[in-house]
Nanobody
Framework: QVQFVESGGGLVQPGGSLRLSCVVT????????IGWFRQAPGKEREVVSC????????YYADSVKGRFTISRDTTMSTVDLQMNSLKPEDTARYYC???????????????????WGQGTQVTVSS
């Protein structure tokens, strides 16, 4: 069973940075593609970024390209999301999620992920 421990959220001023961390437990991280999603109040959950099972391909939503970077450390079993130049519209609860075991490619659709973390809140406000 894939389980996640997300951390790193908080309150930050516009233009600031945060680094979210998703510790993946119970499984071998190399067997799973991992995505970061976010959901703001009253809005649908949307993909932020994902990294494929091989760790050699990533995807970013247009709204975060050039500002966010996803990375993976298989020895620590973590998938991090470095968020720079944060904007108020980045305010949301951020979740990490896994694709089915051995699914190789990344996906920008939440329906393609079958295990989810509890999320960590990111608030960007002055």
């Amino acid at each position: 069973q894939v389980q996640f421990v997300e951390s790193g959220g908080g309150l930050v001023q516009p233009g600031g940075s945060l680094r979210l961390s998703c510790v993946v437990t119970g499984v071998t991280l190399r067997d799973y593609g991992i995505g970061w999603f976010r959901q703001a109040p009253g809005k649908e959950r949307e993909v932020v970024s994902c990294i494929n099972r091989g760790g050699d391909s990533t995807y970013y939503a247009d709204s975060v390209k050039g500002r966010f970077t996803i990375s993976r450390d298989t020895t620590m079993s973590t998938v991090d999301l470095q968020m720079n130049s944060l904007k108020p519209e980045d305010t949301a609860r951020y979740y990490c999620a896994s694709r089915p075991k051995y699914a190789y490619v990344c996906s920008g659709y939440s329906k393609d992920y079958n295990n989810w973390g509890q999320g960590t809140q990111v608030t960007v406000s002055s």
